[in-house]
């Protein structure tokens, strides 16, 4: 353990703050968070200091009921930005503030992708019904309307495949900004994660596929065993990496398709679909986050045996099934919300996809 401790706040109270402060705490760090008004802090609960925003006064107030933290991160995109950057005269905030601004708004973030030369998939504009129709007049059937803000986990996103869905579309999106996308044929969605540290060290971990529920992920593993995918992928983190001068964690999703891969999107933070790294992997995300922003050495990336993670969607009952281990959250039980993961390590891919479908059959009573 470090003999001087070392504190960071984190902007959000839930489960990725959660295992971040968890994964540094051997590390002898510190935590406090920042909540938003009305915010439930349940998952932080006995981990640090929580401040709410909305008894806060000045950005320096808020910098010293926090603590007066070494750094600052966010454990989410759709933070805000502006807030981020007053904190950011009394300490540095990574990722920086700009990277949020992209990420959390779809249309920016196609933006950034293409100034920064990754393939993505066709895409346009458009607000209300005339710009709809134009749109997919022009990128054709079928295609996938999403709100440029607010949209994740399959919210505010519609697949229309003919005239009729894209009038009930048009319905409920009603006036919001959005990007109409054109369907891509892809086999699978892997995603790649890395760390970059202040002074510039980069560590990746293997690809990672991914399958999901209902627009919500259900299920990762890794490795996703193809060498040319893999260094396309470290090849976009990269580029993102020097152009945008990240700092953190940093998660690239992808379209596996015929020609290569295409950018579906990126997160700024630890990711949903490297939790595996918390018993699968060397030095989990989490933990190499923290390392990152405090420009600390990395930890190694390696992933010595096949891995998985299962998410436990609307279930907080422990499975009964063998495993490498079990997270639960400790939210209030919704239907479809995350409420924990399980992990699974084997010696044999074959066996650990078995051992999969056999504990999402179990999660879920199938």
Known sequence: MSEVTRHIAIVGCGQLAQMMA?????????????????????????????????????????????GCPEVITAEREQVDVALLRELQRFCPVYPDPHVFEKAQHRLREKRALTESGLPVAPFMPARGRGELLNALDKLGYPAFI???????????????????????????????????????????????????????EVKTYP?????HRQGTLLLSKAPYQDEQLLASARAYLQKLMDDWDYVGVLSVECFVTSEGLLVNEI????????????????????????RAILDMPLGDTDCPRPAAMVNMLGVDRAPTDKNEGVWLYGKT??????????????????????????????????
Request: proline fraction near 2%; charged fraction near 25%; charge should be negative.
């Open 146 to 200: 999403k709100s440029c803000e607010n949209g994740y986990d399959g919210k505010n996103q519609w697949r229309v495949k003919d005239a009729a869905e894209l009038q009930e579309a048009i319905k409920e999106a009603q006036d919001l900004p959005c990007v109409v996308e054109a369907s891509v044929d892809f086999s699978c969605e892997v995603s790649l994660i890395g760390a970059r540290s202040v002074s510039g």
């Open 333 to 366: 039980l919704r239907p479809g919300r995350k409420m924990g993961h399980v992990i699974l390590v084997d010696d044999s891919s074959e066996e650990l996809a078995q051992r999969c479908e056999a504990m999402i059959a179990d999660l879920y009573q199938q």
């Open 207 to 211: 690809l990672t596929e991914n399958l």
């Open 22 to 66: 968890q994964e540094g705490k051997p590390l002898g760090i510190t935590f406090s968070f920042l909540a938003e008004k009305g915010e439930d802090a349940g998952c932080v609960e006995g981990l640090g200091t929580v401040v709410r925003l909305d008894e806060a006064g000045s950005g320096e107030d808020l910098f010293q009921a926090l």
């Open 267 to 290: 997160a700024p933070r630890v990711h949903n679909s490297g939790h595996w790294t918390l018993v699968g992997a060397d030095t989990s995300q989490f933990a190499n986050h923290l």
